[in-house]
């Protein structure tokens, strides 16, 4: 084991700037901490298995525009509400130029 020794007023500093960056950090997600509690989020594996598609359909309907998404670091997360009204207004699950084909 190796032993290394500060100055206290070293330590001190170091405590007090760990702090500060804890608080900054609490402060910068508390404003996202809302939306988060208001609305259940799903990633791409959870919405398939709710909507029973493949990860391509998904793909095609975001492509398409019939299921909004937010994308946070790099990966995407869909409302469960977005997700409902899209099952309840009849998925189209298989999607050609022309329009959609309901199988």
């Given at each position: 084991?190796?032993v290394?020794a500060?100055q206290?007023s070293?330590?001190d500093?170091?405590?007090?700037?760990?702090k500060?960056?804890?608080?900054?950090?609490e402060?910068?997600?508390?404003?996202?901490?809302?939306i988060?509690?208001?609305?259940?989020?799903l990633?791409n594996?959870?919405?398939c298995?709710?909507?029973?598609?493949?990860?391509?359909?998904?793909?095609?309907?975001?492509?398409?525009?019939?299921?909004?998404?937010?994308?946070?670091?790099?990966?995407?997360?869909?409302?469960?509400?977005d997700v409902?009204a899209?099952?309840e207004a009849?998925?189209?699950?298989?999607?050609a130029?022309?329009?959609?084909?309901?199988?």
């Amino acid at each position: 084991m190796e032993v290394i020794a500060i100055q206290k007023s070293a330590l001190d500093g170091m405590k007090d700037e760990l702090k500060a960056l804890l608080e900054l950090t609490e402060n910068a997600t508390q404003k996202y901490m809302s939306i988060f509690q208001k609305e259940q989020w799903l990633d791409n594996q959870e919405v398939c298995l709710l909507m029973n598609i493949t990860k391509r359909t998904l793909q095609t309907y975001k492509d398409k525009g019939l299921l909004p998404y937010s994308r946070l670091n790099r990966k995407n997360y869909y409302k469960h509400t977005d997700v409902q009204a899209l099952l309840e207004a009849g998925q189209p699950y298989n999607t050609a130029e022309d329009g959609f084909i309901n199988e």
